[in-house]
């Protein structure tokens, strides 16, 4: 989900409507969040238009691919961070059909604010990295990690961006990096341990998430109006929804996925 | 490989407490942390002895270089490797895969690691890459070259000519190379018919020069200077009635020296006879050259430019001629990114003997075919 990010994923939230995004986000449905609701704490009245904070799951039907066992004897140091043998599942599923590490965007969103002053993590540990998938916005910070204590090469091979390859020998070392264009579906690689995959997505607006473990996702506050929301994964492709945003009332968005 | 092994353990050790220590850190490196950091930084792929990753070890088909074969291992100076470590492959048009080190490793540290992978290839016979200097138009570098070189020289004052050359140097061994110069050209002469004012008449004609072979053996070089001796044999193959050769074979022993100075200045000196077997249509003479540049970079890693002035003298050996001497201001510039391709362009111009001799405008196109194909790495 968006907490795999550094950065909260709906920016500029009341207290209040942070609060119910929460509390949403944990049973899987989805509330409604009025700016010009009272504060919860102090009583003031907030001025603001009506808006939305929508949510919802991705799912992948059917039985997912059982994936194959990660042959990390090329490096004993990975080999020897992982007490069992490591699943390289390209299609996260969870027991209830939720499918991780899906991009959830709005398409033709509003701009909305500027870049928040946050920063979004790609890590590597254990010679995986983490998250699978990460979502930046526009000239936003993305920090890159190496949390091993072992060689680690990142190459970035965008299309309408700028490309990198970085190399990051030392244990906790970070470089950041930044994307000036929209794109989705950067890969990363590692050309030394080639298990090791990532995405990078890159939008020009805040309206995004990545789906969490359990497939759910919980976008930030949309002004009310008529939007196609896009699911992308990386193996699986795209499906897209045209909801309705109307003040007041919830929506919950579902994606099926593959199968 | 160790690396993967009880050494590669040992490896990873050392360079836990070199990299912490050194990382961000100020102290300068040493031949110790530059093993740890090559370790760290260089083993997984280019392998603990320099040999290159076995492929099982690796996730990319890219063939790796062999550090210890020192015939790839000299030839370039330390700052085209540290410039790949740094910035990664692309920043000389090599290949994608080869990451930039500049944010884990300070220029320090790079040169340690520099050093320590100049330690792979152990024959000394090899002149280091700092000695290969920029070419001069007209002075005999000391440095055995991998080259072709395509060298126009366009005189505009009667009798006009334009005149091209093409070399092909070839490498073999550590310090001998050989070459080969085949020149052909269009020039001016004299019909031997006067004009309706009286004035003598010319026509344009092409032919072809004097063909060239030669050998050069690299003596004697420390870290800093190179001596070479060499000769070339001018075979009398040219037009020489039209001024694009001459009736003689020739002899040109000579010899080269090349001298690296502090801020990445550099010093050329030539001196040699060339003999005639026919002093009727080639004089014995005496040449001596020398030439002094600098080059700058633009930006870090970018074009390279080097100015050079060069002086060139010579004499015949019999009779009481006066030496003549010229002066040919020069710019040399690498055009593509792996730096393999140059231009150099500049004028030679007489200093004396001035009523015999026209300034000549030059030009070289330069291609270091070791470094790849002539449209590779731009």
Redesign the interface.
């Known amino acids: 989900m968006a907490g795999e990010r550094r950065r909260p994923s709906a920016g500029g939230s009341t207290p209040l409507a942070a609060g119910v995004a929460l509390a949403v986000t944990g049973s899987g449905l989805l509330g409604i969040v009025w700016a010009g609701a009272r504060d919860a704490r102090d009583g003031a009245v907030l001025s603001g238009r009506v808006t939305l904070a929508a949510g919802g799951r991705v799912t992948f039907p059917g039985t997912p691919p059982a994936g194959e066992p990660i042959d990390m004897s ?4 990975c080999r020897e961070r992982h007490d069992e043998p490591v699943i390289d599942r390209p299609v996260r599923v969870d027991g209830d059909g939720g499918l991780a590490d899906v991009l959830v965007h709005v398409r033709s969103a509003p701009s909305g604010a500027e870049a928040p002053d946050a920063q979004a993590l790609l890590d590597q540990v254990g010679c995986m990295y983490t998250p699978a998938a990460v979502a930046v916005r526009v000239d936003e910070t993305l920090v890159i990690r190496n949390s091993d ?3 680690h ?3 970035v091979t965008p299309s309408a961006n700028r ?9 906790g ?1 970070e ?1 950041r990096r930044s994307f000036g264009r929209p794109e989705i579906g950067i890969p990363v ?7 090791m995959h990532s995405t990078i997505h890159v939008l020009d607006h805040g309206f995004f998430a990545i789906t969490g473990t359990d497939g759910s996702f919980s976008l930030p506050e949309l002004p009310a109006g008529e939007y196609e929301v896009e699911a992308w994964h990386r193996s699986l492709g795209t499906t897209s929804r045209t909801v309705t945003v109307t003040a007041g009332e919830p929506i919950e968005i579902a994606f099926e996925l593959g199968g | 490989m160790p690396r993967h092994g009880g050494s590669g353990a040992r490896g990873r050790a050392a360079c836990a407490a070199a990299c912490a220590a050194l990382a961000w850190a100020a102290p300068p490196a040493t031949a110790q942390d530059g093993a740890a950091l090559y370790e760290a930084g260089c083993a997984s792929c280019h392998g603990a002895d320099g040999t290159g990753a076995s492929p099982d070890r690796i996730a990319f088909d890219d063939p790796l270089p062999d550090f210890r074969e020192c015939s790839f291992a000299s030839r370039e100076p330390d700052a085209d490797w540290i410039a790949v470590a740094h910035a990664g492959g692309p920043v000389r048009g090599f290949s994608e895969t080869m990451p930039a080190f500049g944010e884990a490793f300070d220029g320090a540290q790079l040169q340690a690691i520099m050093d320590h992978i100049r330690t792979f290839c152990d024959d000394p016979a090899w002149p280091a890459g700092e000695l290969n200097l920029p070419r001069p138009l007209v002075t005999e570098k000391a440095y055995p070259e991998d080259e072709a070189v395509w060298t126009t020289t366009v005189r505009t004052e009667s009798p006009a000519a334009v005149v091209h050359e093409t070399v092909y140097e070839k490498r073999f061994g550590p310090r001998s190379q050989i070459e080969v110069k085949l020149p052909f050209g269009f020039a001016e002469a004299p019909t031997g018919e006067l004009g309706p004012g009286g004035e003598p008449q010319t026509d344009w004609g092409a032919g072809l020069g004097d063909v060239t072979v030669g050998i050069k053996h690299a003596v004697a070089h420390d870290d800093r200077s190179i001596f070479s001796l060499g000769t070339e044999v001018v075979l009398p193959t040219g037009d020489a009635d039209r001024g694009l050769g001459a009736d003689a074979v020739r002899v040109e022993p000579f010899a080269a020296f090349g001298h690296v100075l502090p801020a990445d200045a550099f010093l050329h000196l030539q001196g040699g006879v060339e003999l005639s077997t026919d002093t009727g249509a080639a004089e014995h003479e005496a040449f001596w050259r020398g030439v002094i540049g600098k080059t700058f970079t633009s930006g870090e890693f970018g074009r390279a430019w080097s100015p050079m002035v060069e002086i060139l003298g010579s004499m015949e050996l019999e009779g009481d001629a006066d030496p003549s001497w010229d002066l040919v201001p020069q710019m040399q510039v690498t055009l593509n990114t792996r730096q393999h391709v140059m231009l150099n362009f500049g004028v030679r111009v007489p200093v004396t003997n001035t009523d015999a001799r026209a300034t000549e405008l030059m030009i070289y196109l330069l291609w270091d075919w070791f470094d790849g194909g002539l449209f590779d790495g731009w």
């Open positions: 090329a490096d004993p140091y204590e072992t060689l090469n990142v190459r490309g990198f390859n970085l190399g990051q020998p030392i244990e070392m470089s690689r590692c050309d030394i341990h080639g298990w």
